[in-house]
């Protein structure tokens, strides 16, 4: 009896929190850390306003390629879509990395936004809202979203771009980092994705899937970025489910976040994002 309950005391995760903490955050097995609300303040003050990342004013800018079949594509307009709901929305398109013209997206943004966006049917939820916009030639939007992020000392969590191809990436482990920051440190979590994700450009399926990610701080080391030398930690995640598996290697900065990001996607192929401008 004693050697059993050695084991199930050596299984338990060391975590401690303060009372602090506890008194400021909202914890969950393996789940992400939220801000616990206070009532008597704004939405802004509760989840936004102790942020250095996805701080309201700033705006991150990146690059991004796809390789298929060992070649390079970027995405740009095509013919507009039919969507199961019967609503039509911007088609898509592959083109080849050195065929780039005006109509293709070049560059991805994201800006925190003021405000609870969704008050009006999700008066509760308790992320930055943040703004992903879809650049072509001269700024030119081709499409934008509006999507959420959490960042406190506990974790850092951000949702993908994922409109237009950008789809493909709610089946990827999401960019997410936990302390402590520290190599070895590892984490689970795991989410319920619809069919509405799917698609025949890479694949089809029918009914909910639970992805079943595991997320480990496997390296620590500095890169060459656009923004300079930075010092990153290298997060390696994974995702499984009935339709198969997918990959994110992450590179974390503390004070630009999720710097580069090498997500091996659902059919195989790679799509890659990396910081150009951060303003």
Not at 1 to 21: G, W
Not at 58 to 65: G, I, M, P, R
Not at 140 to 152: D, Q, R, V, Y
């Amino acid at each position: 009896m004693t050697t059993i309950k050695c084991i199930i005391f050596l299984m338990l995760p060391a975590v401690y929190y303060s009372q602090e903490d506890r008194d400021k955050f909202i914890f969950a097995d393996m789940d992400i850390t939220v801000e616990k609300p206070d009532k008597n303040k704004s939405y802004d003050v509760n989840y936004n306003d102790d942020n250095q990342i996805y701080k309201l004013g700033k705006k991150l800018t990146y690059s991004y390629y796809i390789v298929r079949n060992n070649d390079r594509f970027l995405v740009k307009k095509g013919e507009q879509e039919i969507q199961q709901t019967g609503h039509t929305s911007a088609g898509w398109k592959f083109v080849e990395s050195e065929k780039k013209d005006d109509e293709t997206i070049q560059y991805i943004t994201i800006e925190p936004h003021q405000g609870n966006p969704f008050a009006s049917f999700d008066p509760n939820y308790n992320q930055t809202a943040v703004d992903f916009t879809y650049l072509m030639k001269n700024n030119e939007s081709f499409s934008m979203e509006t999507t959420g992020a959490i960042e406190n000392k506990m974790n850092v969590w951000l949702h993908p771009p994922r409109n237009i191809y950008f789809k493909i990436l709610e089946l990827n482990p999401f960019p997410y980092i936990k302390a402590p920051y520290a190599i070895g440190t590892k984490w689970n979590w795991n989410l319920e994705i619809g069919d509405h994700w799917s698609d025949k450009r890479w694949l089809k399926w029918e009914g909910k899937i639970e992805n079943k990610y595991e997320y480990e701080i496997k390296e620590k080391k500095n890169i060459t970025t656009r923004l300079g030398n930075l010092e990153c930690f290298v997060v390696y995640g994974k995702a499984k489910s009935r339709i198969g598996e997918t990959q994110l290697i992450s590179y974390f900065n503390t004070q630009f976040g999720f710097v580069k990001l090498e997500y091996t996607n659902i059919d195989g192929s790679k799509t890659f994002l990396e910081i150009e401008k951060a303003e």
